[in-house]
């Protein structure tokens, strides 16, 4: 079975680049897509498809992806991007694979 | 604009049945695959199983394969999540999401509590 690995914490000061990454081997071969989720709130999207935006998320976020690694770039964090973002993948039977989650601290 | 939108929140006591809704809408129901996603308090996220309205083909994670049922009613648009025994270890937030035209969308989730 496939597995995604997060690193469980980063922190950053407001205005500074946070950088999540997300390692597994189906990410060689699958889109990555990433969420954004507030304590005691549902899921949000941020980034798709490794590197699309939903509408309506800001600019500050952004995707890439190299072999087996995922990165969620937010390019100047602000005080309200504090929250757990989880990367997560789909294998080929359709099953969802999650990371472990990321509690970014912006302090 | 599409959503999915779940029924409330339940609180009931172990050994009782529970079937919890996902209704969508915005978007052709039958053509794209709904999965359950649970998260227990304070954990990350289980991928529970997925089913294709358009033909009712149901896939389960093995973790939840025989303690959960997936349905869906494309009557009604509406996707189901049941069981038939439920356990304390059941207490969690349930949500429902599906991949329509590459982008992913979410429910705003069902919160299960099961205590006696």
């Known amino acids: 079975s496939y597995e995604l690995t997060q690193p469980s914490s980063v922190s950053v000061s407001p205005g500074q680049t946070a950088r999540i990454t997300c390692s597994g081997d189906?990410?060689?071969?699958?889109?990555a897509r990433w969420f954004q989720q507030k304590p005691g709130q549902a899921p949000v999207v941020v980034i798709y498809?490794?590197?699309e935006r939903p509408s309506g998320i800001p600019e500050r976020f952004s995707g890439s992806s190299s072999g087996t690694t995922v990165t969620l770039t937010i390019s100047g964090a602000q005080v309200e991007d504090e929250a757990d973002y989880y990367c997560y993948s789909a294998a080929d039977n359709n099953l969802w694979v999650f990371g472990g989650g990321t509690k970014l601290t912006v302090l | 604009e599409v959503q999915l939108v779940q029924s409330g929140a339940e609180v009931k006591k172990p050994g009782e049945s529970l079937k919890i809704s996902c209704k969508g809408s915005g978007y052709s129901f039958t053509s794209y695959s709904i999965g359950w996603v649970r998260q227990m308090p304070g954990k990350g996220l289980e991928w529970m199983g997925i089913?294709?309205?358009?033909?009712?083909?149901?896939r389960y994670s093995p973790s939840f394969q025989g303690q959960v049922t997936i349905s869906a009613d494309k009557s009604i648009s509406t996707a189901y999540l049941q069981w038939s025994s439920l356990k304390a270890s059941d207490t969690a937030m349930y949500y429902c999401?599906?991949?329509?035209?590459?982008?992913?969308?979410w429910g705003q989730g069902t919160l299960v509590t099961v205590s006696s």
């Open positions: 189906l990410l060689a071969k699958k889109y």
């Open positions: 089913i294709y309205p358009g033909d009712s083909d149901t």
């Open positions: 498809k490794d590197s």
């Open positions: 999401a599906s991949t329509i035209a590459a982008a992913d969308y």
